[in-house]
């Protein structure tokens, strides 16, 4: 299974970018799926999950709780992030990441996907 994220780019503080996070392969179903973030000289910090096993319940970061809005995951098993009202400490690499049940064995199992660089600049 693959993870392939996408949608970074430049952007002024106040506007706004969508990430997506889209996974391929055969024979899973996805259990998690969420984003975390790395700043320039910074540990990796967890941003935002979504849980399909609970109906969906999300859960976000305080730092941006009610600007950044995660999507269900639709039918191509693909998530978006929606990120408003970007301040210049958004700035980072956003990795997506996911875990999957194996279909045939019920075996769990995460994966990354590569960074995509977000950066909130005048």
């Known amino acids: 299974v693959q993870l392939q994220a996408s949608g970074g780019g430049l952007v002024q503080p106040g506007g706004s970018l969508r990430l997506s996070c889209a996974a391929s392969?055969?024979?899973?179903?996805?259990?998690?799926m969420g984003w975390y973030r790395q700043a320039p000289g910074k540990q990796r910090e967890w941003v935002v999950v979504i849980d399909t096993t609970t109906g969906g319940t999300t859960k976000y970061a305080d730092s941006v709780k009610g600007r950044f809005t995660i999507s269900r995951v639709n039918a191509n098993n693909t998530a978006f992030l929606q990120m408003n009202s970007l301040k210049p400490e958004d700035t980072a690499i956003y990795y997506c990441?996911?875990?999957?049940?194996?279909?045939?064995?019920?075996?769990?199992?995460?994966?990354w996907g590569q960074g995509t660089l977000v950066t909130v600049s005048s």
């Open positions: 990441n996911a875990n999957f049940r194996r279909t045939s064995s019920g075996y769990i199992f995460s994966s």
């Open positions: 392969g055969s024979s899973f179903s996805i259990t998690t």
